[in-house]
């Protein structure tokens, strides 16, 4: 059983930059794809980047390709999404979510999920 736990939410302004943080644990890290998510409200939840289980696969949504990147740190057990050039439509919660392997862009193929952050964009 995989426990995934976001972090570096928060308000920042149009412009701004946030970097996400997701802490795994109970499980090896090293084989599993891991993905963000995130879902505004009344909105569903919708795909923004993943990487596959060695680092060297990504998949990016449109809306965020050139703005977010997305890196892991095996050795931590963590993955990061760094987001720059933030726009108010970014607002929403973002969530990480792990698979065996692949990175793909469907929610429903990931297996564990966080609770997710808060990330909210003010104009």
């Known amino acids: 059983q995989v426990q995934l736990v976001e972090s570096g939410g928060g308000l920042v302004q149009a412009g701004g930059s946030l970097r996400l943080s997701c802490a795994a644990s109970?499980?090896?890290?090293?084989?599993?794809?891991m993905g963000w998510f995130r879902q505004a409200p009344g909105k569903e939840r919708e795909f923004v980047v993943a990487?596959?289980?060695?680092?060297?696969?990504?998949y990016y949504a449109d809306s965020v390709k050139g703005r977010f990147t997305i890196s892991r740190d095996n050795a931590k057990n963590t993955v990061y999404l760094q987001m720059n050039s933030l726009k108010p439509e970014d607002t929403a919660v973002y969530y990480c979510?792990?698979?065996?392997?692949?990175?793909?862009?469907?929610?429903?193929?990931?297996?564990?999920w966080g609770q997710g952050t808060q990330v909210t964009v003010s104009s």
């Open positions: 979510a792990a698979r065996k392997y692949t990175a793909t862009m469907a929610p429903s193929s990931y297996d564990y």
């Open positions: 990487i596959s289980w060695t680092g060297g696969t990504t």
């Open positions: 109970g499980g090896t890290f090293s084989s599993y794809a």
